[in-house]
């Protein structure tokens, strides 16, 4: 014993337990894959969001990865930082996430890419003091059960987080609802096609109903067979109910014995109350008609469907002061609406009338020009304590000009919001 305590005490002994400490430390570290983000702005930390997307994972998902070797030097920094979001994903998530690369120089993995919709892309390249252009693989597919989704051609990681995670999230969301549909639950495909419209020889008309039916039966494979298919033939009487109803293009004509003739074309997909209207529809061209957007009727069928059994959150957009329109002059959403379409809906919410919905956490209020009373401030005001997000975009002044030779005036525009 005596002997043991003067080996504790001698510089024999600090020398082993340094080496063991060593040893502990290496294994921890090991095991426990601790990275850190110095980047200023965390562009290498996950979000909460896109944390909580992977590690609730309920069957295996995986991301496929599919870029070029010796891309150019701005380039090879979008692939490091694809690489390495990954690995943060992989961190965050539970044992489902999975990531694989591919080797893009061997022939099958370009049938593979291929295969999943992607596509080269071409990029310049500085070499030699000489500028060319090279064609690469800059994509990735997403894999959950029988469903893609593809993200092609990411020459930036500007947005990539953002556009991973909601793909992901909406392939689960959509593949989860459609395993939850009944038996005989289906998703209707219709077609709305006038035979009346064969006299104007419009290009691919006649072959529209064969056209429309490969697309199905491709999605159809992916979508668990949950898909029915109609050819709707619709009398002239019923067109009009039917094209208020989905919005689907019209055409009228006189015909040879004088009497009006009536015609209806577009595609939709239903699923009880809720429908999307595909962008499938006769333009005219040089040549004539044509049927426009057969091109991508496959990929239009997927994203319908994933709109149409998506779970979008719903944000409340404040209404009654003159604030800008969520559509245009003929109905159609702006830009902004079509963008967060995929996860968020914007319901309209008159304070005047109406408290915000305790289920929203999130409003906005877009370009007011009047101000809001003492009552709708209340409400906002408690919106907030109550933990909620306000998003305000306020222009100080109302700008008007009488024409263009004219000065503008600016009028302040008081809110009463600041």
Not at 104 to 121: C, T
Not at 164 to 179: E, N, P
Not at 221 to 228: D, E, F, H, S, V
């Amino acid at each position: 014993m005596k002997k043991f305590l003067q080996w504790i005490k001698s510089p024999a002994s600090d020398f082993a337990l340094f080496v063991i400490l060593l040893v502990l430390a290496n294994i921890a570290f090991k095991n426990a894959h601790l990275r850190f983000d110095i980047t200023q702005q965390g562009a290498y930390s996950l979000s909460e969001a896109s944390k909580r997307t992977v590690k609730t994972l309920t069957e295996p998902l995986s991301v496929k990865v599919f870029f070029s070797d010796n891309l150019p030097t701005g380039y090879s920094k979008v692939y490091q930082y694809v690489k390495d979001i990954l690995v943060e994903y992989k961190g965050a998530a539970n044992r489902n996430f999975s990531y694989t690369f591919f080797d893009m120089k061997k022939p099958e993995n370009q049938k593979i890419a291929a295969g999943y919709g992607l596509r080269q892309i071409q990029i310049q390249e500085v070499k030699n003091n000489e500028v060319g252009f090279k064609q690469v693989w800059m994509g990735l597919a997403i894999t959950y059960g029988d469903s893609i989704e593809v993200i092609d051609g990411i020459q930036s990681e500007s947005g990539f987080e953002y556009n991973l995670t909601t793909k992901i999230a909406k392939i689960i969301s959509t593949t989860d609802a459609l395993a939850g549909l009944g038996e005989n639950d289906k998703i209707t495909v219709s077609l709305y096609a006038s035979d009346d419209l064969k006299q104007f020889r419009i290009n691919g008309f006649d072959k529209i109903d064969a056209t429309v039916q490969t697309a199905f039966n491709s999605v159809n494979k992916k979508t668990l067979n949950r898909l029915n298919y109609i050819r709707q033939y619709i009398v002239p009487e019923d067109i009009d109910a039917v094209s208020e109803k989905y919005g689907l293009q019209t055409f009228s004509w006189q015909n040879k014995d004088g009497s009006q003739g009536l015609g209806i074309f577009g595609l939709v997909i239903e699923h009880g109350e809720n429908f999307r209207v595909l962008p499938l529809s006769i333009q005219r061209s040089l040549f004539g008609y044509v049927i426009s957007g057969t091109e991508t009727l496959e990929e239009s069928m997927n994203e319908g469907i994933q709109g149409l059994l998506a779970k979008v959150k719903q944000v409340g957009y404040i209404i009654g002061h003159d604030e800008a329109e969520l559509s245009d002059e003929n109905g159609t959403s702006i830009h902004f609406v079509t963008l967060l379409s995929d996860m968020y809906e914007l319901k309209k919410i008159n304070l005047a009338d109406e408290a915000i919905p305790a289920n929203l956490t999130s409003i906005i209020v877009n370009g007011p020009k009047s101000a809001f009373s003492e009552e709708e401030l209340y409400k906002i005001d408690q919106f907030v304590m109550r933990g909620g997000n306000v998003m305000l975009f306020c222009d100080p002044f109302n700008m008007e000009q009488q024409n263009y030779y004219q000065p503008a005036t600016f009028t302040p525009i008081n809110t009463g919001l600041n």
